[in-house]
């Protein structure tokens, strides 16, 4: 029991994706990453109410489409917040490296990249669900 508490926690702590997650800021990563829960809750809905109800199948990947939509703004927001924050350092420092510049952009990117990311697997998700409402 000790031993899988430990790997899921060195997992959960080591992870890429987390890193990733927290170098990104946790505001915008976080808001982009509820709007992605509830876009995979609506499409998951709507899959149910597929055979059952078609009326609500539809109303629940319109409220998909709409969550990573804002998923994605939200991503592009962050970045943009991102760039003028990095841009303010540059500013008050003068002159710095093209690493540290790199490093800035980097990190502005990453919550674009999750917005992104969110749109194309909700988007996806929606394709196939109206492939398999066609049929």
Same mark, same amino acid.
């Given at each position: +029991?000790?031993?899988? @508490?430990?790997? #899921?926690?060195?997992? *959960?702590?080591?992870?890429? %994706? ?6 990104? $800021?946790? #505001? %915008? @990563? ?8 509830? &876009? ?19 109303? @629940?990947?319109?409220? =998909? /489409?709409? &969550?990573?939509? #804002?998923? *994605?703004?939200? $991503? ?9 924050? =990095?841009?303010? &350092?540059?500013? /008050? +420092?003068?002159?710095?490296? !093209? $690493? +540290?510049?790199? =490093?800035?952009?980097?990190? !502005?990117?990453?919550?674009?990249? %999750? $917005? ?12 196939? #669900? ?6």
């Amino acid at each position: +029991m000790k031993i899988s @508490m430990y790997l #899921l926690s060195t997992f *959960l702590v080591s992870n890429v %994706f987390v890193d990733r997650f927290m170098e990104g $800021g946790p #505001l %915008f @990563m976080s808001l982009i990453l509820i709007c992605f829960l509830l &876009a995979v809750f609506f499409i998951i809905k709507a899959f149910v109410n597929l055979k059952k109800d078609e009326s609500k199948s539809i109303k @629940m990947t319109s409220l =998909a /489409s709409e &969550a990573s939509l #804002l998923g *994605l703004v939200f $991503g592009f927001l962050g970045s943009i917040i991102g760039l003028i924050t =990095a841009f303010d &350092a540059i500013e /008050s +420092m003068g002159s710095i490296s !093209s $690493g +540290m510049l790199a =490093a800035g952009l980097k990190v !502005s990117f990453l919550t674009t990249v %999750f $917005g992104t990311v969110t749109f194309i697997l909700i988007r996806i998700g929606i394709i196939v #669900l109206k492939s398999l409402r066609a049929k």
